[in-house]
């Protein structure tokens, strides 16, 4: 275990160093230095700043101390607002984003997996039918589009919530919902349609062959085996409310980091854009390391292979 | 014994024909053909055809049917509601939002149908080669492959649209850049699962060449993945592009797409809800009529899957 | 012989995408107390669906329940509703299928699944179920039993998964068990072990069993009478040494034919039956097997045989047993070697 662990550390390391490196040269190649926006400075204060940055320095020392601050998580000051270092942007603004993607992850799983349960349940039935028009209309509706529709009943016409910004559990509500749709819609028909096939293996026969209630063989024996699938897909989760973080941070107001990404993306602030890219791919590896971990617990073949892999 | 009455002559032997019992009794019918006839029973499918035939249409030649055109400021007719003169009213710019939204349509259909053949393109190329050639050819193409899929797809069209100059074909390519994985993944499963299969084994065994193989064999028998996942591939192109848009990455002015209506749209729709309706309405459209259609198509196309 | 299972003109179809495939037509036969019934068939028979419906096990929709009735212990199981059904399943009937690897839950141990129907049956602690469930690991040969209820199936072999089903099944010690091809999928020298083991067993419990198979040598290892299974119906039934040895239905005959046997000559080649069963979809109106029957008549194709009764226990529904029908022979393919086919009882 503790070797497979390791391996996929290793691996980890390995994708990150790749990413870092695939930014930096991006950046690099990026049109216009950081500079040459709106402010018009004198080429002396120019030259004078390039120096500060160490952006004068031969590409490949400029690579290597990028890589080395990278490693101890700092990816230098930001080049748009004075004296603040990326570090404290992505301090600053990861709360908002973490509470609000663990909001959305929440009810992305709950109700698709309740969702697709039904309608498996009730297969070809009116509620399977009403559950899998639901889900496609989700796919369907994207996350920026339900956020409007969100604001516009819930905010504008109802008065009923907050229309924007970040200040109680009810401001979150709207965000939350708009970054699930479009994952939940996609959990229900995983669910549904795992849930289809495990009803019909055979030891859904031999659980019923014991005796056991229809409500048992549900949710002891399908249930359990039927969730496989959607574990697996809380790695493009995580993508997916993730980058959905984009836009409903900037349509609700919400300072978070995915807020700060497009704006550092507008602003062409390049030390930002690496610097919150790098992080969002550590999130996302460990993430997509812990849904293994995961996996491994639900399913009791998984260990045997990972201990065979680690002989 | 039997409540019939029977002859002595009912008890003569006769010949069976054995050819005649050996018929496969039941209609058989081509793998095509089959599909259609299941595909044509989806009522919601065949609806989702006819949405998007009509949009297709109008993206070609609605854009001047009200009498408007796309582009004309009418500062003095800006932000006007739906009226007989402009069906779907003006924007803030007092621009004809009929219009602009079949001008749109264009743009979007466009962005969406391009990425989507360039990814098949590529995907199917790459995906053909690895899956059947395997071994070590197969390792490093799909290790390439892995390491791009490893990066949030959203994440790296944002940063090539960052160093690339905005435009209609910058956004394509940033799209695609690594948009064909998806494809080229569930072109190589299908082959190499083809490959290991008895038929293609009995084929080989039988002195086919791998071009005859690869072409009379895999082809037609990965069409439908292939068919499901561009239909498929379509509406999360069309996303992509609103997106982008909404995050001010889009086609730059005067070129109008969906996206881009809506995100002006977003600033006044508090006071003008219908800028904003017209062009998100048509955005989920599209993308319900090709989820929906993409969806009939694989249950025609895998009649394993059809439940 | 006291009978504890009978099922009476049968018949179940399943709505499929273009028709309605008649599985089960008017199947009738009986099980008595103690013995072991091998119902005989090929794939497509109706035999697995017979099975599975005296569980009430058919999914319906598709299946559907056309007619007919299965009396246990007095009472018509097809009226029962599916909360009766619950406390005869596993606890007066119990089943075993064909793939042990697909048939324990991957994801629950041995012990627990083993529990289950302890726990819901005779209303034991989990401790003591657990206990039980050692204790029937025991009894079905697994070694080591108190450190392998605790694993999972996957770290089961094949045979040992079938003798975990088998001690699942046995549980609450049912009247009947249901085995559906349970030796098909394993090893030949593992099939030996189950089914010397479900003897063994039976001796020991006194539990009835209806073996459901193809493997005509499966059927001489186990069982006390055969029921003939082809195109949804029972075409001949009787003991065991009946049908090896004087079977009378041409398809009994072609089924022998195409079994191998020791002191056959190398060179001499295994009979197999031309053509393939028929469309249940659309079943003849006469006899099932006229179309592949080397000896039809005019009469086969229209016209359904009643059973003649040839001894107590033998009935065969074929018209060559007519008066009026030509005399037909047992062929020479047909005849089982000398000696008896199993002297275990």
Known sequence: MARYLLKKLGSIVVSLFIIITITFILMKIAPGGPFTSERKTSPAIEKQMMEAYGLNDPIHKQYIDYLIKAAKFDFGPSFKYDGQEVTDIIKRSLPYSLILGAEAILIALAFGVLLGVIAAIRHNKFADYTAMVIAVLGISVPSFIMATILQYIFAIKLQALPIARFESFAHTILPAIALATTPLAFIARLMRSSMLEVMSADYIKTAKSKGLSERVVTYRHALRNAMLPVVSYLGPLVVSVLTGSFVIEKIFGIPGLGNEFVVSVTNRDYTVIMGTTVFFSVLLLVSILVVDLIYGLIDPRIKVTSKEAGK | MSQVQLRDSDFESIQIDQKETEKISGQSTSYWKDAWRRFRKNKLALAGVIIIILLAFMALFGESISGQNYRDNDLMNANKPPSSEHWFGTDNLGRDIFARTWYGAKISLFIGLMASLIDLVIGVIWGAVAGFFGGKIDEYMMRIADVLYSVPYLLVVILLMVIMPQGLWTLIIAMTITGWINMARIVRGQVMQLRSEEYVMAAKSLGASNARLLFKHLVPNTMGPIIVTLTLTIPSAIFTEAFLSYLGLGVPAPKASWGTMSSDALASFQYYPYQLFFPAFFICLTMLAFNIVGDGLRDALDPKERK | ?345
């Not at chain 3, 035999?47 to 056309?66: E, Y």
């Not at chain 3, 299965?70 to 097809?78: A, K, Q, R, V, Y």
């Open chain 3, 1 to 345: 012989m006291k009978k504890i299972l009978e099922v009476n003109d049968l018949s179940i179809s399943f709505d499929t995408y273009n028709a309605e495939v008649k599985a089960v037509r008017g199947v009738t036969f009986h099980l008595n107390e103690k013995e072991t019934l091998a119902i005989v068939g090929e794939s497509g028979s109706g035999k697995s669906v017979t099975a599975q419906s005296i569980m009430q096990l058919i999914p319906m929709p598709p299946g559907k329940f056309v007619g007919g009735s299965i009396i246990f212990n007095g009472e018509d199981l097809t009226q029962k509703s599916e909360k009766q059904m619950e406390n005869i399943r596993g606890k007066e009937i119990s089943m075993i299928f064909q793939d042990p690897m697909t048939s324990l839950n991957p994801t629950m141990t041995i012990g627990k699944q083993i529990a289950e129907s302890l726990i819901k049956h005779q209303n034991m602690s989990k401790k003591a179920a657990h206990q039980r469930g050692v204790e029937l690991l025991k009894l079905v040969g697994i070694p080591n039993p108190d450190v392998r209820i605790n694993q999972y199936p996957h770290q089961y072999s094949g045979g040992m998964r079938q003798r975990a089903m088998i001690a699942i099944a046995l549980a609450c010690n049912p009247k009947i068990l249901i085995a559906d091809e349970p030796t098909t999928a394993l090893d030949v020298t593992i099939q030996a072990q189950i089914l010397d083991l479900m003897r063994d067993l039976q001796q020991k419990t006194g539990t009835a069993i209806i073996m459901i198979t193809h493997d005509l040598g499966v059927v001489a290892n186990i069982a006390h009478r055969v029921a003939v299974m082809y195109g949804g119906k029972v075409v001949e039934t009787g003991t065991v040494d009946e049908i090896f040895y004087n079977p009378r239905h041409p398809y009994t005959w072609g089924l022998l034919g195409s079994m191998p046997k020791l002191d056959q000559n190398k060179d001499e080649e295994l009979q197999a039956i031309p053509g393939s069963p028929p469309d249940l979809a659309n079943p003849p109106k006469g006899c099932p097997f006229v179309a592949r029957c080397p000896y039809a008549m005019k009469v086969c194709k229209d016209h359904m045989p009643e059973y003649t009764k040839l001894s107590d226990t033998q009935k065969t529904a074929c018209w060559l047993l007519d008066e009026r029908a030509p005399k037909v022979d047992i062929p020479e393919t047909a005849v089982v070697g000398g000696t008896k086919v199993h002297d275990s009882f």
